[in-house]
């Protein structure tokens, strides 16, 4: 599955976080005046922070990881909402090695010099196809992979230190960092934190799955 379509409507004003999941989104966005909107989302990098009003829907299409959307004429496409999936569907820019590779990546359980030998490619060649497909270097993927897997993976472990060590950070002081870096929060606060839970749950990097409802 290379996309997976997604919906969400407002029960109430409220600030979302919003957590790197490693996939891009196209968004259509309609307010309390039926007025519809279309969003292109980036790479996030870290957290940030939207407020939604209550009652705005919100209906989207996420790229698996390491697929991108080709060049889209947004002007023409918000004219013509109804043919969003057309678009979506003939407007994905794929390279099935590349996803394989960012999916490897995505192992907490991997190094980048591992995947890059499976690949036959020095790990310097691998930053340049990076590059060449206009993707974020492989690091991005790495730590990105590793702290949403461990995240998924919090409420499984009572000793925070084991569980650092499983997931590859050298201590828990390096892996709170990372947490923080990603997340917002430490790994103590996240377990307790069931919506931000939740939101990792969402298909992206490191679990692609299936048709979800979900906020972006």
């Known amino acids: 599955m290379v996309s997976v379509k997604w919906s969400f409507i407002a029960p109430e004003t409220k600030d979302h976080v919003i957590l790197p999941d490693g996939c891009v989104d196209i ?5 309390n005046n039926g007025c519809e909107n279309i969003i292109l989302t980036n790479w996030d990098v870290s957290p940030r922070q939207i407020c939604i009003e209550q ?7 996420r790229c698996k990881p390491g697929v991108l959307f080709n060049d889209i004429d947004y002007q023409e496409l918000s004219q013509n909402i ?3 999936d057309e678009v979506v569907a ?28 499976r690949a036959w490619v020095s790990p310097r060649t691998l930053q340049r196809w990076f590059s060449d497909k206009e993707l974020l270097r492989p690091e991005f993927w790495k730590l990105l992979g590793r702290a949403r897997q461990a995240a998924s993976a919090l409420p499984s472990y009572p000793v925070l230190a084991d569980f650092a060590l499983d997931y590859g950070f050298s201590d ?20 307790r934190n069931k919506d931000q839970l939740n939101l990792l749950a969402q298909p992206g990097l490191g679990n692609w799955i299936g048709e979800h409802s979900s906020i972006r």
């Open 90 to 117: 003939s407007g994905l820019k794929r390279n099935t090695e590349i996803e394989d590779i960012v999916a490897e990546l995505s192992d907490a359980r991997t190094s980048i010099k591992q995947v890059a030998k």
């Open 82 to 84: 109804n043919y969003v």
């Open 172 to 191: 828990q002081s390096h892996m709170t960092r990372e947490f923080v870096r990603w997340f917002g929060m430490p790994p103590s606060q996240l377990r």
């Open 55 to 61: 009652g705005e829907s919100f209906r989207g299409y």
């Open 27 to 31: 968004i259509i966005v309609t307010d």
